[in-house]
């Protein structure tokens, strides 16, 4: 089992900063990929960012992409999300995941993510 809790979230006025923090528990946190996915009121979960066991690949999906810069720092088991230029249609509950790497899997994909936290909600006003 993996415990993940999400932290850093709140309200934020467009064109500011949030960073994100994720902390993991419990197995090996340098064996997981970490994903962050939000997800918006009446809309489906959708990816965010995700960084290989490593550290050394990431993936960003197209909206988020040369705003938001996903890290971990696998001595202190967090993942961090470091949200700039942040725009309105960002708000969301931001959750963090945990995957073990599989073969041809994609770190995009939510179903190959193992372990989730409990979410951490991000309003951005206008």
């Known amino acids: 089992q993996v415990q993940l809790v999400e932290s850093g979230g709140g309200l934020v006025q467009a064109g500011g900063s949030l960073r994100l923090s994720c902390a993991a528990s419990?197995?090996?946190?340098?064996?997981?990929?970490m994903g962050w996915f939000r997800q918006a009121p009446g809309k489906e979960r959708e990816f965010v960012a995700a960084?290989?066991?490593?550290?050394?690949?990431?993936s960003y999906a197209d909206s988020v992409k040369d705003r938001f810069t996903i890290s971990r720092d696998n001595a202190k088991n967090t993942v961090y999300l470091q949200m700039n230029s942040l725009k309105p249609e960002d708000t969301a509950v931001y959750y963090c995941?945990?995957?073990?790497?599989?073969?041809?899997?994609?770190?995009?994909?939510?179903?190959?993510?193992?372990?989730w936290g409990q979410g951490t909600q991000v309003t951005v006003s206008s």
């Open positions: 995941a945990a995957g073990l790497p599989r073969l041809g899997a994609t770190m995009r994909y939510k179903a190959n993510y193992d372990y």
């Open positions: 419990g197995r090996t946190f340098s064996n997981y990929n």
């Open positions: 960084i290989k066991w490593s550290g050394g690949s990431s």
